[in-house]
């Protein structure tokens, strides 16, 4: 009985009717929301009671010590890993808890992994066309076209991360700093919502860190991407930092723009150690 | 079309173009010429060129599994051999009454057995569109199911090679028994006539030759337009990167399976192509040797060129004839030390040697970009 008297209820939407690759809804503001979130490996508490907001459009920098939690962090957003407790939503109709990794991919959240990996063997164009959003199934992919259309998309992600010259040259030839441009912009082909990128700028050099930055300021903003960026170099994150968040042992410790929170006595604690000098390096 | 494609590309062009002119000389020289003439190309010769270029066909789909795919199968001559039983089979029906026995349904081999019946599954076999369905059917079948099998659970590398080979030796003993009802140790021969064409006749060699080449020219478009798709581009992504490509969207199992099972049907066409030109089939196609050989002739050749797996495959079966003629205990030191130095001196094998020719030419005039042509 109560099951027929659930199903008549009108003033109830039920979770399957809503399709899961409905566009995010970010009308009140946060497009990714964890609350209360733990999870734990084998008694260690990885995260712990985790809460944060990301707004649309916006430029986050997380940082934190080793084994704060920040990549276990990625991992729960991009549904690798599930939480013990809590809500993970996406804009205020997703729930992420209850998809899998490529359905979490397919509504707008690319990752950006630590080490680069492309397609060394095909050109940097083909890159591009490989990761764009399409029907990825056998026979769409053998008869696929590339049209004006893809061909425009490409070309202005190309210009985007600065590969325009190097498109028809093969993605091996690349330095490490152009490898994780193309990366990037591998996400981009994808129109990801939200970019989640690891340790962007670990082992370029000043020149490309320079670029860089420039490159993921300019992709964050309304209606456009929001960006959340893990990074150990304090001296990139400060240069296009709106708001830091600081990790500690699985929960925010402080959040704020950089100057508040490296001149929060507890962060400078846990995080550039007792000798405040240590922040400049 | 997609299918269609690789007709604009130069590359291709050149590579039917040399082809279909080497057919119509070939055709020309065996029959306008006397016999008594040098140049005049006897029909043994024709025959044995049509089995070249039968090779030619399969190592062109080993290329495309492993050139592009990065998956070295060490059984496509299972594959092969299993179009080239369903060919024979067909063969084999159509001998009628013609046996020594004399038997009008029958096999001879079957009489010899005192089996009294056809087995179900030489049923249908009589009718000649059934006998070509198979041949591409049976191998891609098997293709579908082992390699369904293979890459879902993730085998690849080295691993995956040795169970092709496993899969082919394990067929081959099977094939080897009578009870399996292919002829066992002796396999199918004696075929009379093909589409009632007297197989003996010089006619019908030419026209195998010719139909050969065509099967070959065809095959490599097929697999060129694959390999300049955007599904070409996957399966290369998935041969360098197989991770990141499942990352991407893209069920790489899927795009294994259908290379994998698209190459076996071509490896079966060739080997119903081989069958009525040499005569016969028998389970030493299946050994695993045969298979190792044809993936040398690809990597003499160039592996991931396609063009290079049919030099390689022409120039050393023709190295093989002359060789096992002239001195044939030498042959398989000969095929070791030809290995031997192209892998020194070519990685890339002789295509490789092509390629650079080619870019040194082109690299003062302007260079277009391998994408713009596909666009169109």
Known sequence: MNILKSLADRDRVFDFLVPVASPVDVRHGPILYLEDVSVSFDGFKAINDLNLTIDDGELRCIIGPNGAGKTTMMDIITGKTRPDTGQVWFGSRHDLLTLNEPQ???LGIGRKFQKPTVFEALSVFENLELAMAADK????????????????????????????????????????????????????????????????????????????????????????QSVVIVEHDMGFVRSIARTVTVLHQGSVLAEGSMDKVSSDPRVVEVYLGADPDVEAA | MWLTRPLRERSTQLFLGILLAALALVTLLNLTLPAA?????STYTVTLLGKYLSYALLAVAVDLVWGYLGILSLGHGAFFALGGYAMGMYLMRQIGDRGTYGDPVLPDFMVFLNWDSLPWYWLGFDMPWFAFLMVLLAPGLLALVFGFLAFRSRVTGVYLSIITQAM?????????????GFGGNNGLTDFKELLGFDLRSDATRLGLFIATGIALALGYVVCRAIVASKLGRVSVACRDAEARTRFLGYRVERFQLFVF????????????????????????????????????????????????????????????TVFTGVMPDAWLFALGGLFVLVTVFLPKGIAGLLDLRI???????????ATGEATA
């Open chain 1, 104 to 106: 979490i991919a397919s």
């Open chain 1, 137 to 224: 199934r056998i026979l769409p992919t053998l008869t696929a076209r590339l049209t004006g259309e893809i061909r425009d998309r490409i070309e202005e992600v190309l210009a985007t991360i600065g590969l325009t010259e190097l498109r028809y040259g093969p993605a091996g030839i690349l330095s490490h700093g152009q490898k994780q441009w193309l990366e990037i912009g591998m996400l981009l082909m994808q129109r990801p919502r939200l970019l989640l990128v690891d340790e962007p700028v670990a082992g370029m050099t000043e020149q490309e860190m320079e670029r860089t930055a420039e490159l993921l300021t300019g992709l964050a903003g309304k209606g456009k």
């Open chain 2, 37 to 41: 003439h040098p140049l005049h190309v």
């Open chain 2, 168 to 180: 082919t030796f394990a067929l081959m003993l099977a094939f080897f028994r009578n009870e399996m």
């Open chain 2, 261 to 320: 099972v698209v190459s076996a049907m071509l490896a079966g066409v060739a080997g119903a192509l081989y069958v009525p030109q040499v005569g016969i089939i028998n389970p030493s196609e299946f050994s695993p040797i045969f298979s190792i050989e044809v993936v040398l002739w690809v990597a003499l050749g160039g592996r991931a060129t396609l063009y290079g797996a049919v030099i390689g495959a022409l120039l050393v079966n023709y190295a093989k």
């Open chain 2, 359 to 369: 870019k040194r030419r082109s690299a003062t005039s302007d260079s277009t970009p």
